[in-house]
């Protein structure tokens, strides 16, 4: 930027990991007067909002709505099934494994954690090794996040069930889905899941502030145990109730849910499949500029087996503070904001000045992702941060299906 000159005047971009890029038709859905809460139109919506949700989670299960952000959902899920004393069995990969527990531990769980560092995903072989050590069946859930948004792992789901079931351990499956769902391919009741739980503001392109938990047989019956369960939390009271309030436990989050229409318009228009080949395909092409990238400079991926990343957000490491050199870059100059690095290091010390992180889910498409790539490319040039020319040809060549 030279005398207050700059190139970042036009439409702002977000390319963090949540909250993702707002479709047009997401804002003008909510741009209205709020509508009657009693009858008429913004029941109908809610009710049919419920199995198309459940289609994008791939389940025939039931589904709780709460007025929440991720963290609230956490809870949520927890209160329905967790009592103080009960055993829960935490798979950690990054921050998000280590803040769902924290949660457990504040409602009065036992937390057995399993911490598998920050630049993988989890070894099965380990969790069904402590789920074959608790003969007497303590363990009630396994508390499993499927992408760690702080890592940008893509975890194995499918592999906790067979550990589950080849133990023949009871525990609920528990899976946090709210980097993923409508972003990586997630089947809920095919991987054998108990409890998803997700959030509105990633995948599902609205902002945040609505957040669910998906459930099945097993768990309602676990929650039918339970003694007692908060009852702004118990999920019973919020599935097919008879009066209205009670999906929300009071007032509804109007025009949250008329962005939540019009979003799964757009998700289910284009198919999930489409959705989930989308999400691969852009990922793709942002892991080939970065390996080009990387090939002559400092920069590397967090996590370097691709198998193991997510498609909706790239965790990427620069040396000295050269990641937060880039982000300020091209926020100032190019209107475009990527996102800090989280969980990896002490906030504020130089390693963590060094990591930043790519989000690239929900409402995103080639060209955005390719504008993405060029404006790092700009960032790493006009810093003298060195790194291999040719990334955005790599990327483009990915888009472009070669
Ligand atoms: C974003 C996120 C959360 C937290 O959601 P908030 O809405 O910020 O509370 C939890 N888990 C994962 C995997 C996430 O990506």
Avoid at 34 to 48: C, F, K, M, Q, R
């Amino acid at each position: 930027m030279i005398d207050g000159f700059s190139l970042s005047h036009g439409r702002s971009y977000l390319a963090i990991p949540g909250p993702s890029v707002m479709p047009d038709a997401v804002l003008r859905a909510m741009h209205r007067a709020s509508p009657n809460i009693y009858e008429g139109e913004l029941v109908d919506l809610t009710h049919a909002l419920i199995p198309d949700l459940l289609r994008v989670a791939r389940s025939d299960g039931d589904l709780a709505i709460y007025i929440a952000n991720g963290h609230g959902v956490w809870e949520a899920a927890l209160a329905n099934v967790i009592a103080p004393g009960d055993r829960v069995l935490s798979v950690a990969t990054g921050a998000f494994g280590q803040g769902w527990a924290e949660m457990a531990r504040g409602l009065g769980a036992e937390v057995k954690m399993l911490d598998f560092g920050t630049r993988s995903g989890w070894d099965p072989e380990q969790v069904a090794e402590a789920l074959r050590a608790d003969k007497t069946h303590r363990i009630k859930a396994v508390l499993a996040v499927h992408v760690d948004t702080s890592s940008s792992v893509r975890n194995d789901i499918p592999a906790l069930r067979r550990a589950l079931d080849e133990a023949g351990h009871p525990a609920l499956l528990m899976a946090d889905c709210i980097a993923s769902l409508g972003c990586d391919r997630f089947e809920m009741d095919a991987w054998g899941v108990d409890i998803t739980v997700a959030a509105c503001q990633k995948g599902l392109m609205v902002p945040a502030g609505v957040g669910f938990v998906f459930f099945n047989d097993k768990a309602a019956s676990v929650r039918s145990g339970m003694e007692r369960v908060s009852r702004y939390w118990d999920w019973t009271t919020r599935v097919d109730p008879p009066l209205f309030y009670q999906y929300f436990g009071g007032t509804p989050p109007t025009q949250h849910l008329f962005g939540l229409r019009a979003a799964l318009d757009l998700i289910h228009a284009e198919g999930m499949e489409n959705v989930w080949r989308r999400h691969a395909v852009l990922a793709q092409a942002i892991w080939a500029a970065c390996d080009v990238w990387g090939s002559a400079g400092a920069l590397r991926f967090n996590i370097s087996d691709p198998a193991q990343r997510s498609h909706a957000v790239t965790a990427l490491h620069l040396d000295g503070a050269d990641g937060t050199r880039l982000r300020h870059w091209v926020e100032q100059n190019l209107g475009l904001t990527i996102g800090i690095g989280l969980g990896l290091a002490e906030y504020r010390t130089p390693e963590w000045d060094g990591n930043f992180r790519l989000g690239h889910m929900g409402h995103v498409n080639g060209h955005m992702i390719l504008g993405l790539l060029g404006g790092i490319e700009a960032g790493l040039t006009a810093l003298d941060i060195p790194h291999g020319s040719g990334a955005v040809d790599a990327a483009a060549r990915v888009i472009a299906g070669l």
